[in-house]
């Protein structure tokens, strides 16, 4: 990964959405640099869900404007035809739903799943691109046999794991997720986490990461942002959160886990 | 400069929010200069905030005042107003810490776990697996358990593997929370020895050792809480 | 009794669809929506085409009417018939006398000219329809030209049958811009539409939608490198006019499981029969 350290990859600047009175996201900016995994915690209905989609693209923010420095100068993305966010959302960034069914192709096979944004990327070579499925198969502790079966016939873990593969395939720079561990099971979400870790740091990748779950953010996030109410009421890094939480609600949420 | 950690007028407190806003202060003004190749402890009873001191210098407790100048790259950083991307630039080239507890990724093996900081520094693979098995070695952990994960390991494994971890790749100030702690007399005098060499090779130790030989055996300067806290709280 | 408008649709209608097909010409494989009209025979049975046919006809055109490469199937008779009584035009069956052509599946094998038109009844127009039913997303991806989603299809083909087993209505991109479908037309007929001379217009009435391929336009069938795009074969000639270049259709005889495999286009291969009988 040749990431410039020297500049943010990422700069989100006074992001507003409402959603009728509901203020969802209050003036929010920050920035997220090469190599850095930051967790967004905050009870549901904090608002880090909303936010995490605006940047994304996902979803139209009401004002505030977000940067993205790929290989070279800050972009405004917010500002780009549909078509280069469309490019850049299937190439260098990736977006890990909670819920596999809605990051997911349930119709067509596993290996189709991975080898969709390749073949969006002009991968015209069939067996290059069954190689590449394959490869990301075994990558996410997934059964070769399975590469031509569908997704329904997959666990939730499963499928949870295929959809980041399929999108990983074209090594993002910047990956969302959203809850990646939120509908499984304990026992599969420690696996699903350790996985995720080894590939983010295999694969140098910068991510941010919506959980409510501290846990989540513990193992996988650098740096933390504590949500509350559509406000960023604190944040730094993931020790000094979770260690030294000072606003009330950080602390009473870290006061709220089983410490391991 | 001459010295690799200085700390000026540090103070920390913390608000207990969930507790009715109770107000702990914990640290009341601390001044303390350590140099490079010396190795300081830290003494005073528990609750004195010895812990609390080396979580400050490494930078998860954020302070409410005061300096904690580390020299970094060749220049003087007060970490104390350094950003979260500073101070983990910091940690992966000068600041180290080593804590009493074992935090590692589940599933990664304990060579993995114990090369990895060489490897992000830059040191080659092999050479840092390598050097990773001399440690263990020298720490006695048994080869058979090299490839698995420290998670199953006894108290005593784990914390020598906590310890190899950090010796892989030491930094230039080396902060120490009862590195002897669980372990027995042979493997004490192991770590020991490694602690006396660490900081022969000019590295700035500061640390916590509950017992006095063990203070006696590495040569610390000894300072108590007390010394180091501001007059008028003393 | 009054009589019938030229072509059955009111003049306005004919204007309104003569302009989408003008937008469609103009934009090589894009899919113009246009409204669809009620035609006095129901959806499946080649409205769209109909209306197509029925805008672009002059009282001097020689209209010829195929389904599945024939002139005398039902629904090829009924329409013909339909366009003798309202437009009072020549029809033939005869491919090279034809100046206006309305197919339901086949491209004639006698290859077409600049002064003829091949009119298509198309069912589905949307080639992204079968992985992606939102039509909001549909219209971007072409916008976008975000054809991802093509290949995908055709990977499921090969990685379920070891080939692309998609034997008709097989993606094709137009000009290297619009992918189309040329839906229902056998894959063996796409390589024809490469380079065409002849002007060819699509017709989809249930989904109002119109496209074209102006004469000369590249159409290309998608593939994969190691996969490429291939036209059926069959092991044995027609068995009538013994030609080997033609789409077959299989054809039973009788009931005790005789079968024969012919040319499926009936004008080219009386034709052909009628050409090697005059020279015996």
Redesign the interface.
């Known amino acids: 990964m040749s990431a410039d350290l020297s500049k943010p990859l990422l700069k989100v600047d006074n992001i507003n959405k409402q959603f009728g009175s509901t203020v969802a996201c209050d003036d929010i900016s920050f920035e997220l640099?090469p190599g850095?995994i930051l967790g967004i915690v905050g009870e549901s209905g904090s608002g880090k869900t909303t936010l995490l989609r605006s940047i994304a693209g996902l979803i139209e923010p009401d004002s505030g404007s977000i940067s993205y420095a790929g290989d070279g100068e800050l972009v405004e993305v917010d500002k780009l035809p549909?078509?280069a966010l469309?490019q850049l959302q299937?190439t260098e960034w990736a977006f890990v739903h909670q819920h596999p069914r809605d990051g997911l192709?349930m119709?067509?096979?596993a290996?189709?799943n991975i080898?969709?944004?390749?073949?969006?990327?002009q991968w015209?070579?069939?067996?290059n691109?069954?190689a590449e499925a394959l490869k990301w198969l075994e990558a996410v502790e997934i059964d070769a046999s399975r590469?031509?079966d569908l997704p329904r016939t997959f666990s939730g873990g499963m499928q949870q794991r295929l959809q980041i593969a399929r999108n990983l395939v074209t090594r993002p720079k910047l990956v969302f997720m959203d809850e990646p561990t939120g509908g499984l099971d304990v026992s599969v979400q420690?696996r699903l986490l350790?996985l995720v870790?080894?590939l983010v740091r295999d694969l140098g990748l910068s991510a941010i990461i919506v959980t409510h779950d501290l846990a989540v953010a513990r193992?996988l996030s650098?740096?933390m942002m504590v949500m509350r109410k559509g406000e960023v009421i604190e944040?730094?890094?993931t020790?000094?959160i979770l260690?030294?939480p000072?606003?009330?609600y950080s602390?009473?949420l870290v006061?709220s886990v089983l410490q391991v | 400069m001459t010295v690799a950690l200085r700390i000026r007028q540090l103070r920390k407190q913390?608000?207990?929010?969930?507790q009715n806003g109770a107000v702990l202060d914990v640290l009341q003004g601390v001044d303390l200069d350590v140099k490079p190749g010396e190795i300081v402890a830290l003494c005073g009873p528990s609750g004195a905030g010895k812990s609390s001191l080396l979580?400050a210098v490494y930078?998860?407790?954020?302070v409410d005042g005061g300096e904690i100048i580390i020299a970094h790259n060749g220049r003087e950083i007060d970490l104390t107003a350094a950003n979260?991307?500073e101070?983990?630039d910091m940690r992966k080239r000068s600041i180290g810490y080593v804590s009493q507890f074992l935090r590692v990724?589940?599933?990664?093996s304990t060579l993995d776990i114990v090369s990895n900081g060489a490897i992000e520094l830059g040191a080659g693979p092999e050479k840092a697996r390598m050097d990773a098995v001399s440690l263990l070695e020298r720490l006695r952990i048994p080869a058979a358990l090299h490839e698995l994960s420290p998670l199953t390991f006894s108290g005593g494994e784990q914390q020598r593997v906590n310890i190899a971890r950090a010796m892989s790749s030491p930094k230039s100030l080396m902060l120490f929370d009862e590195p002897t702690a669980s372990l027995d007399p042979q493997n004490r005098q192991t770590v020991l020895s490694m602690l006396r060499d660490l900081a022969d090779q000019g590295t700035a130790v500061l640390g916590i050792f509950h017992d006095p030989a063990d203070r006696a055996e590495i040569g610390a300067r000894e300072v108590t809480m007390e010394q180091i806290r501001e007059p008028e709280h003393a | 009794m009054t009589r019938y408008n030229f072509a059955y649709l009111n003049e306005q209608t004919k204007k309104m669809i003569r302009r989408a097909l003008l937008k469609a010409i103009a934009i090589p494989g894009y899919q113009v929506p246009f409204a669809s009209r009620e035609m006095p025979m129901p959806y499946g049975w080649g409205t769209g085409g109909v209306q197509v046919t029925a805008s672009i006809l002059t009282a001097d055109d020689v209209l010829k009417v195929i389904d599945q490469g024939a002139d005398d199937t039902t629904n090829a008779v009924s329409i013909r018939k339909f366009f003798k009584k309202t437009a009072e035009v020549r029809t033939t069956e005869v491919t090279e006398d034809a100046s206006v052509i309305q197919t339901r599946h086949r491209i004639p094998e006698t290859p077409l000219r600049e002064d003829q038109i091949l009119v298509y009844q198309v069912p589905i127009p949307e080639p992204l329809r079968f992985?992606e039913p939102r039509e909001t997303e549909t219209r971007?991806m072409h916008?976008?030209?975000?054809?991802?989603?093509m290949?995908?299809k055709l990977?499921?083909d090969?990685?379920?049958h070891g080939h692309i087993a998609t034997t008709y209505a097989y993606p094709v991109s137009v000009e290297g811009r619009y992918v189309m479908d040329p839906s229902p037309t056998p894959k063996f007929d796409n390589p024809k539409m490469n380079d065409c001379p002849a002007l060819q217009l699509f017709g989809a009435g249930r989904e109002k939608r119109i496209y074209a391929v102006p004469p000369y336009t590249r159409v290309v069938s998608l593939?994969?490198?190691?996969?490429p795009f291939e036209v059926q074969q069959w092991d044995a000639p027609c068995e009538l006019c013994g030609a080997r270049d033609t789409f077959l259709d299989e054809v039973i005889t009788d009931d005790a499981g005789g079968r024969m495999f012919v040319c499926s286009d009936t004008d080219y291969c009386s034709k052909r029969q009628a050409e090697s009988e005059a020279a015996e």
């Open positions: 640099w850095e549909e078509p469309r299937r192709r119709n067509v096979s290996g189709a080898g969709e944004r390749l073949m969006a990327n015209r070579h069939y067996a691109i069954r590469i031509d420690a350790d870790r080894g193992l650098t740096r944040q730094g890094l020790d000094q260690e030294d000072q606003a009330p602390q009473l006061s | 913390f608000v207990l929010h969930t979580k930078g998860t407790y954020r979260p991307r101070i983990v990724i589940p599933r990664v | 992985l971007k916008a976008y030209e975000d054809y991802g989603l290949h995908v990977y499921e090969i990685s379920q593939d994969f490198e190691d996969h």
